[in-house]
């Protein structure tokens, strides 16, 4: 697989973005493979989403066993099926997040609200009813990594973009190499453009990632932080505004001549 194909398939980036702006892309996509743990006790669902995981660039693995899963080694992403013939599955979940930051997505055919709340209060990170689509599934874990402070393949993740370096394990953000004090809403609102380069960002995904999932308010808090974020970042290019829709970092962000 080309790596053109591995940016299209994996993290849907559009041709256009990649041809352009490939090296800060390079750098997620180069990092140490995001690994994945199936635990699900019918095997041919597990061996489905083993190959569509792997296909999709992932390292996958499955376990039958919820014993088995706990014993495992921490993966970045673990499919968890409730329904499993030893320990019941909210059981794991809860073990599982007692003792590491993997991203847990709950996988069950038990549809009911009661189920998704309990799973949810656990500590799973999402929640998935059978019968579902790959594509989706690939969607949810993207959508979990991207959120919360997950480090992928036991190593932090230092996002690059241009001048700019954001480290999300250490939360220390440099541009050309100058450390940039800031406020912890700022870095916030950095790492949520820096995830995602040249995505148009819309102001609510924004608001709710950096304040609050379920924030409902109005989102002019943003306009404040951003103004200050822009100018401690002292690249006022680098974060573009895109009226009435969002923000995102630019494409092609200039690079000083001394690099
Ligand atoms: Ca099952």
Redesign the pocket.
Known sequence: MTVAEILQESLRIPSDLYTGAAASYLVFVTSPQVSVLVV???PG?ATQLVRGLERAGYTADSVAMGAEALRRPASDVVLL?????DVD?IDVCRRLRASSDTAIIVV??RGEEADRVLALDEGADDYLVKPFGLAELLARIRAVLRRGHRTVGGTAEVLRHGPLTVDLRTRKVTMSGTEVALTPKEFAILECLATDPGRLISRQEIVERAWDEHWYGPTKVLDVHLAALRRKIGEPSLIETVYGHGFRLADRPAVPADQ
Request: glycine share 16%; hydrophobic share 35%; proline share 8%.
């Open positions: 699900e006790d019918d669902i099926d409730l329904g499993l013939p599955g069950t055919a």
